[in-house]
């Protein structure tokens, strides 16, 4: 066997040169082999010439086209095609685009990816897409509206903010408002909202925003985004969807007041729709105050003509009964012109100043006279006629019925009718067949009832005098014309009244 010797330093000395070098180099060190040795060199280059391309054959034909995805710089993973990333990215975007066409909506985060190609590269599309619904979200810009440093709305942009801004100042002062472009300027950095007043004449109203107000520009989720009518909902009453309360049977104004923690007076103010507290079963009331995120000051000079009451002087007379007055002149009202100093928060007066007073008309004095005799209950045992008129029905029988009383016609409807002693009312309102009814208790053993009321001028348990008015005539009841009907019970008993009357 022949033993080959080779020289094999030329190789310690090919570290760091360039392959054409290398090249070089090896056709000058084959040029110096001799003939035995060209022949093995030659069969070990073919045969590395055949290894090095099944290898690459091989290798070519396991190498797989990959899609590394990033979010913000970062590989979460690794698809089998760039168009499915692209497919997921557009339906996102275009589903929220859809929904919100007013909105600049985009995501949250980048996402993007690089095509490579690796020996036998596995994908995992299944975790990079799980992986994007959670963490990779459509957002909208939108621009922070801040009150007092906290962010109570978000709106699309700034002149959605300043136009609700001004709308809101119109609505509590009353006076219109110009359009809000310019009064902030949008931008990314913080916008504090001019709080000072609107652009005024002289004599107009001086509206301002009591808080401090600004705005920051963000991003945020679609449905945060409020639109105009949402917007001044929220500043206006605080909330954007009322809380409601069906009215059951025994609710009363009061009680659907306390059982929600808000004034009788609140719950007025936030129900207009219904008049004079009148509710019923069924009814839908709203039963949150509002708490207004805004306050609008408005401030302004008003003048006004203005009635002076007449003042009263009130006079006593120890010989009329306590209750009953006359009026000794009857005084008459003045007139003034005024001018005020108002300060209203939203639409209430928090301050009212007056400025200027000239007096028109000076009122003068009512005077009165008032009697602080006390009434007894007790009767004197003889009576007066109870009303003017004629008998037209006596005591007795009548018609085959006992009438237990004597019935007093004349006068017409609503003439009236007198207390026959003093005493207390003990009786006051409808009672079966006598229709409106008093029964008048005199404290001796004897009672008078009056029937056929057609109005009743005493309560239960009030003290009259003699002769005072108690009703008006009437015909309410069982009966078959205006007349009263008078009565006077002894002991329990009825008796002729026409045997007591004096």
């Known amino acids: ?116 190609a690796e020996y036998k590269g596995v994908t995992n599309n299944r975790q990079v897409f799980d992986y994007l619904n959670k963490n990779v979200h459509a957002i909208a810009s939108a621009q922070a509206l801040v009150v007092n440093d906290e962010v109570i709305a978000y709106a699309k942009d700034q002149k959605t903010i300043n136009n609700t801004l001004e709308h809101l100042k119109s609505l509590y002062s009353g006076k219109p408002v110009a359009r809000a472009e310019g009064v902030l300027t949008a931008s990314t950095s913080n916008q504090t909202v001019a709080a000072g007043q609107s652009n005024s004449l002289p004599g107009d109203p001086i509206v301002t925003i009591k808080e401090n107000v600004k705005t920051v520009a963000t991003n945020v989720s679609p449905e945060k985004v409020l639109n105009d009518e949402q917007l001044l909902q929220l500043l206006q009453k605080g909330e954007l969807e009322p809380k409601k309360y069906v009215v059951q049977s025994g609710d009363t104004y009061s009680s659907i007041a306390k059982k929600h923690g808000i004034k009788i007076r609140e719950l007025r103010a936030i129900n207009p729709q219904i008049s004079n507290d009148k509710i019923k079963p069924g009814n839908e009331l709203n039963v949150k105050a509002f708490t207004p995120k805004i306050t609008v000051l408005t401030t302004v000079q008003e003048e006004a003509i203005e009635v002076m009451p007449a003042p009263v002087e009130v006079r ?107 005493g207390r009312v003990v009786r006051a309102g409808w ?72």
């Open 316 to 422: 006593s007379d120890s010989s009329m009964y306590k209750g009953d007055q006359r009026v000794v002149a009857s005084g008459k009202d003045g007139k003034r012109h005024v001018k005020y100093y108002i300060v209203k928060e939203n639409s209430n007066v928090v301050t009212k100043k007056v400025l200027q007073e000239t007096i028109l008309n000076e009122p003068s004095k009512r005077i009165v006279v008032r009697g602080t005799k006390v009434k007894s209950d007790r009767g004197t045992g003889s009576f007066r006629m109870p009303a003017y008129g004629y008998i037209s029905s006596g005591y007795g029988y009548r018609g085959g019925a006992f009438h237990k009383g004597i019935d007093i016609a004349g006068g017409g409807s609503g003439s009236p009718i007198f207390a026959a002693d003093n």
């Open 431 to 502: 009672y079966g067949g006598y229709g409106n009814c008093i029964i008048i208790d005199h404290g001796n053993g004897f009672r008078t009832l009056y029937g056929h009321m057609s109005s009743l001028k005493v309560r239960v348990g009030q003290v009259v005098h003699k002769g005072q008015v108690i009703a008006g005539k009437g015909t309410t009841g069982n009966s078959t014309g205006v007349h009263l009907h008078f009565e006077v019970i002894k002991n329990g008993s009825n008796v002729n009244p026409m045997s007591y009357i004096r």
């Open 1 to 116: 066997m022949m033993r080959i010797k080779w020289n094999t330093s030329w190789i310690k000395n090919l570290k760091g040169l360039t392959w054409k070098e290398i090249l070089n180099q090896g056709v000058k060190y084959y040029k110096n082999l001799n003939k035995n040795q060209r022949i093995v060199a030659g069969i070990i280059a073919g045969s590395i010439l055949i290894g090095s391309t099944v290898l690459t054959t091989h290798y070519v034909n396991n190498l797989n086209m990959i899609y590394r995805v990033y979010v913000e710089g970062e590989e979460i993973g690794v698809i089998s095609n760039g168009y499915e990333l692209e497919k997921w990215l557009d339906e996102e975007l275009d589903d929220k685009v859809k929904e919100y066409p007013k909105l600049f909506v985009h995501f949250d985060k980048k996402v993007y990816y690089k095509k490579d």
